[in-house]
């Protein structure tokens, strides 16, 4: 009987972790003790994600070109007590990386590639670390009149496989997050006026328009532990979007 009631304590703990995993109940600050390094990130998605990442306990360093912009960001997430610092910096050049990025694909794809060497030696001191790159629906099915932007992120696809196979002896995990339409400030001229919007929703099989904070989710978890054995994907967050090569 006591080993039948301590089978049944284990079950009991089981069930009532897939009952909390379901309902939303996790456990709290899955992220602690790490440092996350969110680039583009005072606004939008990036900032939603930023967000997220100091929710579920990261100390978040926020990056974005101008001075003000992170400012504001460091601020308001301050604000709410949360564990962000902030640094201005453009991706795309070493110093202050702006002459560098001068066209999509290099934006896209040539300064998230140095991005990434440039913080593998950290995660390397630290024992490894978990690489979210954004890319975005439009690397599966093509946006109209946005031929170099569909083919810079369908390039990050390739990315994320390559630099997961090539850092995953160093601990060092690789995953994607494919963005469908996300209702943000870039994306504005896309929804702004209702008709486009229906076009837009209608073009792309979906109900509804996404939310930055539709992402921010997914994130965390890609960075968390519980991803630990998740290298080398990319999950799409587009509402039912077609999303397969």
């Known amino acids: 009987m006591q080993k039948a009631g301590r089978l049944l304590g284990g079950w009991t703990q089981a069930w009532m972790s897939v009952r909390m995993a379901s309902s939303g109940l996790t456990r709290q600050n ?32 926020v990056s974005s070109r101008k001075q003000q912009n992170v400012d504001r960001a460091v601020a308001t997430l301050q604000g709410e007590g949360l564990s962000v610092t902030g640094i ?20 896209n794809v040539t300064a998230t590639a140095m991005m990434i060497k440039a913080v593998v030696p950290e995660m390397e001191k630290r024992g490894g670390g978990s690489v979210v790159i954004v890319g975005s629906v439009a690397g599966f099915t093509r946006f109209p009149s946005l031929g170099p932007y569909n083919v810079s992120k369908t390039a990050l696809l390739g990315l994320t496989k390559n630099f997961a196979a090539e850092l995953a002896p160093k601990n060092i995990r690789v995953n994607c997050l494919a963005p469908g339409l996300i209702k943000t400030r870039f994306s504005s001229v896309l929804w702004e006026e209702k008709a486009r919007e229906d076009f837009i929703k209608e073009t792309m099989q979906v109900r509804r328009l996404g939310k930055p904070e539709d992402c921010a989710g997914i994130v965390s978890f890609l960075c968390s532990e519980d991803a630990s054995y998740i290298n080398g994907e990319t999950v799409v967050v587009g509402g039912g979007t077609p999303s397969r090569l």
Not at 33 to 49: E, P
């Open 30 to 61: 899955p992220l602690s003790n790490k440092v996350a390094l969110v680039t583009a990130s005072t606004d939008g998605i990036g900032f939603a994600i930023a967000r997220r990442l100091a929710e579920d306990g990261a100390h978040v360093v």
């Open 88 to 107: 201005v910096c453009h991706v795309g050049k070493a110093e202050d990386r702006e002459k560098l990025v001068t066209t999509v694909l290099s934006i």
